[in-house]
């Protein structure tokens, strides 16, 4: 009894006269015309040769016709389909190339056999054409294997076991019912009958397999995937019915003869399908258990025969190694499951933005803290608001938003660490849980302040912050939150009447700049210069911080002055003079609105005085004018030299620090002016008059 391929190739070449060439012009081909033209002349052989093996279409004289041209030419086509396929595009390369591969060896078969049919006979198991069809069947598990994964959103490894257990079932069952049968029926050779059963039980799985991959994807493969299940299914079915046909001894019957070629047809066409969003598989549930669960059954099944008849040594064997191979494809599920619960767990107590844990995780963690927490043990919650973030978010955009709170998180983390724990709770606030040890409570809450605190032009980022001491204020978590929320909110009504004159500066520069658009970056710039030579002359904190407002301020009092002398093109007369010299008082009457803002008014008010005692308003003189009003009235005078004005065009750096070094002792203060020479020579003062490399040395 010789194979199944090797009977039907047998059948076939009855009526063959001709040797058969390799149809493989297509090979090298990349364009998509001949790949179009191909497949079309492939179904259009199709129906020739299925019009001619079941409707006799063109009598006996054609069939060598039929048997020896057109059934290999339809094999290498699809070989051909496949691999051009591969050529023309890197999207699942692999699986097109290795289903081709497989393919061209089927159809090589054919040819090998088609050429030396003798090869073929009944001991001879394995032949070259053997070797060639049989590979046919790794090339087709491989790359239908690759297509799934490809089209899987998670891809179990687990999945590539259930193929071995499958595998392992199916040749357990064969060694017991079918394989002594055929030594007792045959007497033939172990080569023969392994070779009668390679074939059947090789088309059997891939059957199985192609129907599986249907079944895991809820029986929507997609086009490309499900044209290649029902290719490598037609093949197997074919193999099946003349399997049947032949131990039948309907030896002449011709019925499922195109399903061989049908098989590579269907394969050819599989690798041109489009891609469709469809086609993307999920693979979970329930289903994805059935075929271990089905092969594990089956050699229980096998194994409980036992009982009643000794089993074959080799099926009891393979039987036994069914049922290793499932129990470690539970347990590999089991595994992944408790890694996808893990995996689900943190996402749920975890905040996407930041990375911190969120309210969710805050909870547990609180819980935990309150059953440990003991008075020689204690811990702290604090809560925390920030404070200037909607101004950030609506100035720059809910992106940069966002990328400052997963700054600001990374930052609270790391402050807190290892001791404690941060958390979002969500929009802007934080949370902190800690436990106290060598680190005291107030460190704890300065660091984690520090930390979310943020300062840039334009914008200033504070945190406020609620704190409660555990077990010792709370001992349950909504007592803990509800105590820590008040405090916060405590805090942040203490802070609004503390920022009110950061309140009433951001109100005053935006009309300032209504007034005046080009006023603002001249105050910006001279709130710059005055810092940086304001630190050289060993301000520091809140001295300095007032030099800086009233700098940026020191002009508020033209909101008193009239556009049309403002917008003055030539010199002012007496008169216009005397109008603008008021404005320091006005802008001192502006400012002492917010007591607050006093010690600014104070400086804005002599912010125009000169040295020598010629300035105004009230003509002081020397020290008896405020350091930082000298320091204003250089910084000032500086940027009005190194800037064009709609009189006069603007001077070099090097020029203005000379005019500034001639007036030292009569308008400005020389200390001053020697401080901005070194802030100028440091490149400390980054005005808009600097010239490039102008600041690099002091201006002499």
Known sequence: ????????????REQREARPRPALELAGKRSHPVVAVTRWLTIVGLCAYSAHSLLGAGGHSVDALFETWV?????????????????????????????????????????VFTVDPGQVTAGSFPATSDVLWLTFYPASFI???????????????SLW???????????????????????????????????????????????CFSLGVLAVTGWRPGRALGTVAVGLALGGIADGLSLYWSATGHSGSSIFDPLWPASA???????WQPARPSEVVALHGRRLLAFPIFFALAALG????????????????????????????????????????????KEALTDSLTGLGNRRGLLLALEDALRSASARSPWMLLLFDLNGFKHYNDTFGHPVGDALLARLGAKLADAVAPAGHAYRLGGDE????????????????AAATAALSEQGRGFGITAAQGRILLPEEAHDCATALRLADERLYADKRSRRHSDTPEQLRDVLLRRSAEHEPELLEHLSEVACMARAVGRRMALKGEDLEVLVRAAELHDVGNLAVPDVILQKQGALDASERAIVERHCEAGERILAGAPAMEPVARLVRASHERFDGAGYPDRRAGEEIPLGARIIAVCDAFYAMTNDRPYRSGTGVADAYSRLRNDAGGQFDPEVVDAIGDVLAAGQAGVAGLESGAATERPT
């Open 265 to 271: 047809v269907a394969l050819g066409w599989a690798a």
């Open 1 to 12: 009894m010789t194979s199944v391929a090797a009977y039907a190739a047998h059948r076939r």
């Open 430 to 445: 934080f949370c902190v849980l800690t436990q106290l040890g060598h680190w005291p409570a107030e460190a704890v809450s």
């Open 143 to 157: 790359a239908l294997g690759i297509l799934v994964r490809a089209r899987a959103r998670h891809f179990y490894p």
């Open 161 to 207: 076991l259930d193929g071995a257990v499958g595998a392992l079932a199916l040749a357990a069952l064969a060694c017991e019912f079918i394989l002594p049968p055929l030594l007792a029926g045959t007497g033939g050779s172990l080569n023969s009958v392994v070779g009668d059963l390679a074939y059947p039980l090789g088309d059997l799985l891939l059957v």
């Open 71 to 111: 059934f290999n030419a339809l094999l290498c086509a699809g070989a051909a389909l496949c691999l051009l396929r591969a050529l023309c595009s890197p999207r699942e390369r692999i699986a097109w190339t290795v289903l081709g591969a497989g393919l061209g060896c089927w159809a090589l078969g054919e040819i």
């Open 302 to 345: 096998l194994l409980a025969l036992q009982e009643a008849r000794p089993l074959h040594d080799g099926a009891y064997l393979l039987a036994v190694l069914t049922i290793a191979g499932a129990l470690v494809r539970m347990g590999i599920t089991c595994t992944e499951n408790l890694t996808l619960v893990d995996r689900s767990r």
